[in-house]
């Protein structure tokens, strides 16, 4: 795991430069002014796609908070069956015309019905779920 800023593309190239897989959990996952959320969640993705883009990595699994549903206010409870309005998130995704799988930590669920993690958005990849 890397701790980095994702301030450019080039900081974050050499770190995932031979990668197959990159799990990215950077971001802001509260609610915030958009100003505040442009840096960390917008362009700190975009970096993180173009750099996978640039390097050959085939798959990015962003983490994703309930920004994916498209800033449902935080006062309003999202469920299952609430449309998504992904946004911002799916036109960088397909701008890059790269195969997506998104997590969606805030996601609703049935009860008694099993919450999926980051292990299996991943499953069916070549990327190490274990311990390293």
């Known amino acids: 795991m890397h701790h980095v800023r994702?301030?450019?593309v080039e900081e974050v190239?050499?770190?995932?430069?031979?990668?197959d897989t990159v799990v990215h959990l950077a971001g802001?996952?509260?609610e915030a002014p958009l100003s505040g959320l442009l840096d960390g969640n917008v362009m700190g993705a975009r970096h993180v796609l173009e750099a996978a883009r640039?390097?050959?990595?085939?798959?990015?699994v962003p983490a994703s908070s309930n920004?994916?549903?498209?800033?449902?206010?935080?006062?309003?409870?999202?469920?299952?069956?609430m449309p998504p309005r992904p946004g911002i998130t799916l036109r960088a995704g397909l701008a890059g015309r790269s195969p997506s799988a998104v997590r969606r930590g805030g996601a609703?669920?049935?009860?008694?019905?099993?919450?999926?993690g980051v292990r299996d958005a991943v499953r069916g990849g070549r990327l190490a779920a274990g311990p390293t």
């Open 6 to 8: 994702l301030a450019g």
């Open 13 to 19: 190239m050499p770190l995932i430069d031979g990668a």
């Open 28 to 30: 802001v996952p509260d």
């Open 54 to 60: 640039r390097t050959g990595v085939g798959r990015v």
């Open 67 to 81: 920004r994916l549903t498209g800033c449902y206010p935080a006062a309003r409870r999202v469920s299952a069956e």
């Open 108 to 116: 609703g669920a049935s009860a008694g019905s099993r919450g999926l």
